[in-house]
């Protein structure tokens, strides 16, 4: 199974100011096919499911303010929100999609300092 | 635009067999991909596995000799079977939507599962 590891695991940040979070994964998620790394990131707001922010990496899902980017390869990933708004208070995962067992990280719980 | 809705008891009995339905609305469940994914109180993900619409399914080694996911498609529906619970399987559980290239794209709104006697 491919593990992936979130650094930190909570994160307070001040209103405006950058936020970053990190994923490490055990091996590889660059897929030599179309040379995209399998990595996807997800928001997840208190009492709702997950939501899909960013894929292949570093491609944001339509509708998905560009303060949120992604960026990384191989095996070191990042997620950064350029200026931080009340409303992205929620747990980041990321998740690799390389191979299954499909994995998620264990969570970056980010707060507002 | 596709919504997912997950049903089931809310509460199962410790060796007994735990039956969730997602049901897949204002699309087709032809063509795609569809999972479960699970989230024990205050803790992270876990993919269960998924099914295609023609049937085949793929499942998380950890659980497999217990899951079983099956697809209606007829009633644009797929369903969970996870066998002989225990308190470990308390969980929220999610059903949702994988992209070709699997990532999640959309999800129910899950629905809590309490095993207990």
């Known amino acids: 199974d491919i593990v992936m590891t979130q650094s930190p695991d909570s994160l307070a940040v001040s209103l405006g100011e950058r936020a970053t979070i990190n994923c490490k994964s055990s091996?590889?998620?660059?897929?030599?096919?179309?040379?995209?790394?399998?990595l996807a990131w997800y928001q997840q707001k208190p009492g709702q499911p997950p939501k899909l922010l960013i894929y292949?990496?570093?491609t944001r899902e339509s509708g998905v303010p560009d303060r949120f980017s992604g960026s990384g390869s191989g095996t070191d990933f990042t997620l950064t929100i350029s200026s931080l708004q009340a409303e992205d208070v929620a747990v980041y995962y990321c998740?690799?999609?390389?191979?299954?067992?499909?994995?998620f990280g264990q969570g970056t719980r980010l707060e507002i300092k | 635009q596709v919504q997912l809705q997950e049903s089931g008891p809310g509460l199962v009995k410790p060796s007994e067999t735990l039956s969730l339905t997602c049901t897949v609305s204002?699309?087709?469940?032809?063509?795609?991909?569809w999972s479960w994914i699970r989230q024990p109180p205050g803790k992270g993900l876990e993919w269960i596995g998924y099914?295609?619409?023609?049937?085949?399914?793929n499942y998380n080694p950890s659980l497999k000799s217990r899951v079983t996911i099956s697809v209606d498609t007829s009633r644009n529906q797929f369903s969970l079977k996870l066998s002989s619970v225990t308190a470990a399987d308390t969980a929220m559980y999610y059903c949702?939507?994988?992209?070709?290239?699997?990532?999640?794209?959309?999800w129910g709104q899950g629905t809590m599962v309490t095993v207990s006697s």
């Open positions: 949702a939507r994988l992209t070709t290239f699997l990532a999640f794209d959309i």
């Open positions: 204002g699309g087709s469940i032809s063509s795609y991909y």
């Open positions: 099914i295609y619409n023609s049937g085949s399914t």
């Open positions: 091996q590889s998620v660059l897929y030599s096919s179309n040379n995209k790394n399998c």
């Open positions: 292949w990496a570093s």
């Open positions: 998740q690799q999609y390389y191979s299954t067992p499909l994995t």
